[in-house]
């Protein structure tokens, strides 16, 4: 199975804010990379798809980038809304795997 | 709209059974490619099992022979047969639609998730 890796594991930050979480794949899966965010008690959301792409709804400040094994999910001014967790998800593979999570928290 | 609302979970004691379901509206089951994810508590998700429109199935291989995916098109609705719980099942599991654009698939719609606690 393709293995996820997250970095960091945690990270305070402050509204207003620039944030990049990064996802590697342990082998290259092209651009098949979206992210998720999901809060307490709450069903994950798509936020970016296809390394790149952003979600209709979700604002302008999320975006991605990235391709083969490493990626970035950046926040470039932080809301408090966003304080959440993020995970990253390959879809290369049919055996899907996500990474195990960056909790974002306020400093 | 689209929607999906699963439904089943509870307490199971480890040997047991337990069949949780998604019920879909707002699009057709059939013609999709459906999946169930689960979370421990206070852990990270982790992909569990899918089925495609043509009826192909696939499982993580740490429920591979013990879980079965299937789905009733009549009743627009998502099945999985969990088989010889064990405690590390325990997780509320969500079901999830595909989205298949820009030669990619994603989850684009999730349920709200219903808890299995495996506990004799």
């Known amino acids: 199975d393709i293995q996820m890796t997250q970095s960091p594991s945690s990270l305070s930050a402050s509204v207003g804010d620039r944030v990049t979480i990064t996802c590697r794949a342990s082998?290259?899966?092209?651009?098949?990379l979206n992210w998720y965010q999901q809060k307490p008690g709450k069903a994950p959301k798509l936020l970016i798809y296809?390394?790149?792409g952003l979600q209709s709804g979700v604002p302008s400040r999320f975006s991605g980038s990235g391709s083969g094994t490493d990626f970035t999910l950046t926040i470039s001014s932080l809301q408090p809304e966003d304080f959440a967790t993020y995970y990253c998800?390959?879809?290369?593979?049919?055996?899907?795997?996500f990474g195990q999570g960056t909790r974002l928290e306020i400093k | 709209e689209v929607q999906l609302v699963e439904t089943g979970g509870g307490l199971i004691q480890p040997g047991g059974s337990l069949r949780l379901s998604c019920t879909a509206s707002?699009?057709?089951?059939?013609?999709?490619?459906m999946s169930w994810v689960r979370q421990a508590p206070g852990k990270g998700l982790e992909w569990v099992s899918a089925?495609?429109?043509?009826?192909?199935?696939y499982y993580a291989e740490s429920v591979k022979g013990r879980f079965t995916i299937s789905k009733d098109n009549s009743q627009n609705t998502l099945y999985l047969q969990m088989n010889s719980p064990r405690a590390e099942d325990t997780a509320v599991y969500y079901c999830?639609?595909?989205?298949?654009?820009?030669?990619?698939?994603?989850?684009?719609?999730w349920g709200q998730g219903t808890l299995v606690t495996v506990s004799s």
């Open positions: 082998q290259s899966i092209s651009r098949y």
């Open positions: 707002g699009f057709t089951v059939s013609s999709n490619y």
């Open positions: 998800q390959q879809t290369y593979s049919t055996i899907i795997t």
């Open positions: 296809t390394a790149s």
């Open positions: 999830a639609k595909y989205y298949y654009g820009s030669g990619n698939y994603y989850f684009d719609y």
């Open positions: 089925i495609y429109s043509s009826g192909s199935t």
